[in-house]
């Protein structure tokens, strides 16, 4: 089964107790994820090629990456570690 984006930090979110949902309503095109973790939200808006803070934690498939597609499904070395860590800060 092929996974969907952004479903490796999704998964990381709920280990650690979290939740995190797309959202449309209220955004702009592509909506955003909103991360609820350790009492802090984080909302990570489209900027319509893909979700800054989220996409570059994943292997990119070009060399220069322009868009969420141009990312495989598999997180970068450390990604989880970097993930957890700019949850932290409050938004």
Not at 15 to 29: L, N
Not at 60 to 67: N, Q, S
């Amino acid at each position: 089964m092929k996974r969907r984006p952004y479903e490796e930090l999704q998964r990381i979110v709920e280990e650690e107790g979290g939740r995190m949902f797309h959202e449309k309503a209220g955004h702009r095109q592509g909506g955003a994820w909103v991360v609820m973790l350790n009492g802090v939200t984080k909302v990570f808006e489209s900027n319509q090629a893909g979700f800054p803070g989220m996409d570059e934690l994943y292997v990119p498939k070009v060399p220069a990456p322009k868009h969420y597609r141009d990312y495989a499904t598999n997180l970068l070395e450390g990604a989880r570690e970097k993930w957890l860590k700019s949850l932290a800060a409050v938004s």
